[in-house]
Nanobody
């Protein structure tokens, strides 16, 4: 029933920045994990960055740590992903997802554990 509306994708040059946004259409849980998976061309989906909403824990993939930052706009129930210093290998479809589970730095999210998804947004980084 609950859906995630995501936006913010686009095309940028390497070194540029984009900000993705994800907003649930309704209540998910008192606390939950929300963030983004991505699927690059010919690549397996991978967890990118996640926030434990209702807590403070976050998860970042090794490939994006130090460049991507997850933040919450609690007033709007919106999660943002600021992507800085983008690289061509960051190219792919970014899929917002949420699950009523914990997520933290040591726990790589598994797509199979998520049941609430956004429609996806394309991120293209050109050299």
């Amino acid at each position: 029933q609950v859906k995630l509306q995501e936006s913010g994708g686009g095309s940028v040059q390497a070194g540029g920045s984009l900000r993705l946004s994800c907003t649930p259409s309704g209540h998910i849980a008192s606390s939950y994990c929300m963030g983004w998976f991505r699927r690059g061309p010919g690549k397996e989906p991978e967890g990118v960055a996640f926030q434990y909403v209702g807590g403070t824990s976050q998860y970042y993939a090794r490939s994006v740590k130090g460049r991507f930052t997850v933040s919450e706009d609690k007033a709007k129930s919106t999660l943002h992903l600021l992507m800085r210093s983008l690289k061509p290998e960051d190219t792919g479809v970014y899929l917002c997802a949420a699950a009523p589970r914990y997520c933290g730095s040591a726990l790589e999210p598994s797509a199979g554990d998520f049941t609430t998804w956004g429609q996806g947004t394309q991120v293209t980084v050109s050299s």
